[in-house]
């Protein structure tokens, strides 16, 4: 069982929740992000909506070097930023996932940044990848 997402690359990983996310967290250090944001999104909507929802956290992950040079390039960019990660649960089974940075870049727009997107493609997918254990630590 495979999400389709076509805005982003998501992967079925085979450990548990709250290892996937402390993985996540260091695979995207590996690949020099940092991590600027962790939302547990199951405990925000328990306490802002009263409401229940699955295991779900929002890393907001951001690679200096890279942000710097998108941001030479587009000032404005900052309202694309930063790169989301995410894991969550569904159904038992556990998911972890980013954002397709290209996709997200293609709404600014200037065809020179595609490279740039597709190298933090490649950062993110890695990271992605190496929770799931296809990409050695």
Same mark, same amino acid.
Not at 6 to 27: H, T
């Given at each position: 069982?495979?999400?389709?997402?076509?805005?982003?690359?998501?992967?079925?990983?085979?450990?548990?929740?709250? !290892? *996937?996310?402390?993985? %996540?967290? *260091?695979? %995207?250090?590996?690949? +020099?992000? +940092?991590? %600027?944001? !962790?939302?547990?999104?199951? *405990?925000? %909507?328990?306490?802002m909506l009263g409401v229940d929802f699955p295991r779900y956290v929002i890393l907001g992950a951001c690679n200096p070097p890279l942000a710097y040079q998108a941001l030479q390039q587009e000032i404005n960019l900052g309202l694309l930023l930063p790169c989301n990660a995410v894991v969550y649960e569904r159904d038992g089974v556990v998911f972890a996932g980013a954002v397709d940075a290209a996709k997200m870049l293609s709404v600014v727009g200037n065809a020179a940044m595609q490279p740039l997107a597709e190298g933090v493609n490649q950062r993110l997918r890695r990271a992605v990848d190496r929770v799931a254990g296809a990409v050695p630590e």
């Open positions: 069982m495979q999400p389709d997402c076509d805005y982003g690359y998501l992967v079925r990983v085979g450990v548990p929740f709250e !290892n *996937a996310v402390s993985r %996540l967290e *260091a695979s %995207l250090k590996t690949e +020099g992000f +940092g991590v %600027l944001c !962790n939302i547990d999104m199951q *405990a925000k %909507l328990r306490e």
